[in-house]
């Protein structure tokens, strides 16, 4: 378990990249003596940062002294619904109930600065999806996912994912929400303890947030939000998309509005969430195939055609490096376009990105995404 949070720890290791590593070299203690060389592979002159074992040690007994587990990809209690996305965290810490993980689920999102309309409707609408044995999902910021949180609370079970580490509540003044939440469900992140709360990590703890639900209710929210972030996630997930209604004159319904105009469903009670709740997008064909699927006798396995294994010892990736920097820029490039675009083999491709990402000059982004950086 050690080896595996240090992999998961590591700089440049990011979710793609870490199942990758361990599907190449089998196991993490190998991986991670690996990563000084794939780096320098990638352009860097130092090795990664790599966590020691005392440190990791010291993260797991931390995080028991707050009761709390850690939950690693292929594991059997990790959210299987998560497991389908192309990113899904290596690695999860819980504050909370397991079970509640892997319960049929409802994401809830909005507005931070929402109307106080928007905070009843959001708090009744999840009193009565948690009534009919569903878990709600949110964020627990300020506005419509606070107002998610309380009404699951009133009648059942609410998960709350957060961007920071478990010691960090955020905003500072739901701490006693956060606690109660635990009692009550849980309380996921994929940072470590001690993580501040910054801008780049809301996308990632975003992606949690789809990634755990069967489908996804927007109530308020603008044009340029991160909960229209979520919802992109959650349709790039294949999960199903609700929208409450708003007042077009309110900047605020701009966004929500605009997802019933592309096709979300439009929601004015629970019955509306759920007449159109799938029981599971796998079962259903509706979720697309993960780079690797959990397998219970290996752990992982592969897609055929996005990764298998290592490239040949005597293909150049240097090309490959060159091509894919000049293709890269500051704005986010879905990687199956990249690969169109590369005209090199699919298994080089990915390859390169991770000595790319190991060396720091890339970054995976949720949704499939890639930057060059630096």
Same mark, same amino acid.
Request: aromatic share 2%.
């Given at each position: 378990m050690l080896d595996r949070l240090r992999l998961a720890r590591t700089e440049g290791v990011g979710p793609v990249t870490y199942r990758r590593l361990l599907a190449q070299f089998g196991n993490a203690a190998d991986a991670i003596a690996?990563?000084?060389?794939?780096?320098?592979?990638?352009?860097?002159?130092?090795?990664?940062?790599?966590?020691s074992l005392?440190?990791?040690?010291?993260?797991?007994?931390?995080l028991a002294k707050l009761g709390a587990?850690? /939950?690693? %990809? &292929?594991?059997?209690?990790?959210?299987? /619904?998560?497991?389908? /996305?192309?990113?899904?965290?290596?690695?999860l810490a819980v504050l909370g109930s397991l079970a509640a993980l892997n319960g049929r689920a409802v994401g809830l999102v909005g507005a931070r600065n929402a109307s106080a309309n928007g905070m009843k409707m959001a708090e009744s609408l999840a009193a009565d999806l948690?009534?009919?044995?569903?878990?709600?999902?949110? &964020?627990?910021?300020?506005? %419509? #996912?606070?107002?998610?949180?309380t009404g699951a609370l009133h009648v059942g079970v609410t998960v709350a994912a957060v961007a920071g580490g478990l010691d960090q509540p955020y905003?500072?003044?739901?701490? #006693?929400?956060?606690a109660r939440i635990a009692e009550r469900g849980a309380v %996921?992140?994929?940072a470590p303890l001690g993580t501040a709360p910054q801008s780049r990590h809301f996308p990632r703890r975003n992606r949690i947030i789809a990634g755990l639900s069967l489908g996804l209710v927007v109530v308020e929210a603008a044009l340029r939000s991160g909960s229209l972030i979520t919802a992109r996630l959650a349709q790039e997930a294949n999960r199903e998309l609700f929208a409450v209604p708003g007042s077009p004159l309110d900047p605020r319904c701009r966004g929500s509005n605009d997802l019933i105009r592309q096709g979300a469903?439009?929601?004015?009670?629970?019955?509306?969430?759920?007449a159109n709740l799938p029981d599971d997008p796998r079962a259903l064909g509706l979720a697309r195939s993960p780079l690797f699927a959990r397998d219970a006798g290996q752990g992982f396995a592969h897609e055929p055609g996005v990764w298998d294994g290592p490239p040949e010892p005597e293909l150049d990736l240097g090309p490959v490096q060159t091509k894919l920097l000049a293709l890269l820029s500051a704005s986010p490039t879905?990687? #199956?376009?990249? %690969?169109?675009r590369c005209g090199f083999p699919t298994q080089a491709v990915m390859a390169a990105l991770m000595q790319l990402e190991l060396a720091l000059r890339v970054e995976y982004l949720p949704g499939n995404r890639v930057v060059r950086i630096g």
């Open positions: 690996a990563l000084p060389d794939l780096a320098r592979a990638g352009g860097r002159a130092d090795a990664p940062k790599i966590p005392k440190e990791a040690a010291r993260e797991r007994d931390r587990h850690l /939950l690693f %990809i &292929g594991e059997p209690a990790y959210p299987g /619904l998560m497991a389908l /996305l192309p990113d899904p965290p290596p690695v948690a009534a009919q044995n569903l878990v709600v999902v949110s &964020g627990m910021a300020r506005g %419509i #996912d606070a107002a998610a949180h905003p500072p003044e739901h701490a #006693d929400l956060q %996921i992140t994929e469903h439009l929601t004015e009670s629970a019955d509306d969430v759920l879905d990687i #199956d376009e990249l %690969i169109r």
